[in-house]
């Protein structure tokens, strides 16, 4: 009896942060190659994304989940009589124009266009198409809270200067783990859009 909690534990203890490690792996991910890369640092060029979005209000954190929640429920069909959406990697969050407002975004599977994306039913979660584009991205693993995501920042956009690009956009974070994955497992991204 003993061996088998021991045997049960241990298999605990690999499986389950090695499916943490694995799944995003699973989901579709936006297309691109990679056009220049030094460790962690990346000059990457994206194809055409389709985002559904919606704006949200508060501190990072607390708007990463605010906006988390009507996305989900828009993929999985609970708001509306159609198809459900395979989640997607990773969760994009970016500040808005208006600073006040943050945009929080999934992006979706290839297979929908603008004329085949069913409509929510939520009038605050809106469609966009971002064109092809090049993008600075610095990759790292952690739990990114707003320390940590405005250290990266500050690293990338000194990056950018150094390699000789122009910045097209404000910053945007890209979570590709859910909330209950162990810091050192998350994968977290901070992109800006560029030009050379």
């Known amino acids: 009896m003993i061996k088998i909690i021991i045997i049960t534990l241990c298999f605990g203890f690999v499986c389950i942060p090695l499916a943490w490690f694995m799944l995003p792996k699973f989901l579709e991910q936006p297309k691109y190659t990679v056009i220049k890369k030094e460790n962690n640092?990346?000059?990457?060029?994206?194809?055409?994304?389709?985002?559904?979005?919606?704006?949200?209000?508060g501190d990072q954190y607390y708007a990463l989940r605010k906006g988390f929640?009507?996305?989900?429920?828009?993929?999985g069909a609970k708001e509306r009589n159609s198809e459900k959406i395979s989640m997607t990697a990773p969760v994009i969050q970016s500040?808005?124009?208006?600073?006040?407002?943050?945009?929080?975004?999934?992006?979706?599977?290839?297979?929908y266009s603008l004329d085949n994306l069913p409509q929510?039913?939520?009038?605050?979660?809106?469609?966009?198409?971002?064109?092809?584009?090049?993008?600075?991205?610095?990759?790292?693993?952690?739990?990114a809270d707003e320390k940590l995501l405005n250290l990266k920042t500050d690293i990338l956009m000194r990056w950018i200067e150094l390699k000789g690009y122009a910045k097209l956009s404000r910053p945007k974070f890209l979570f590709y783990n859910d909330p209950t994955t162990p810091g050192f497992l998350r994968r977290n991204e901070v992109m800006i859009l560029v030009k050379k």
């Open 41 to 57: 640092l990346e000059i990457r060029r994206y194809a055409k994304i389709l985002t559904s979005s919606v704006k949200v209000e």
């Open 120 to 143: 929510p039913e939520n009038n605050n979660i809106y469609f966009q198409e971002i064109e092809p584009s090049l993008a600075a991205v610095i990759r790292f693993n952690g739990k």
């Open 69 to 75: 929640q009507p996305l989900v429920r828009y993929i």
């Open 95 to 111: 500040v808005n124009e208006e600073n006040e407002k943050w945009t929080i975004s999934f992006a979706m599977p290839s297979k």
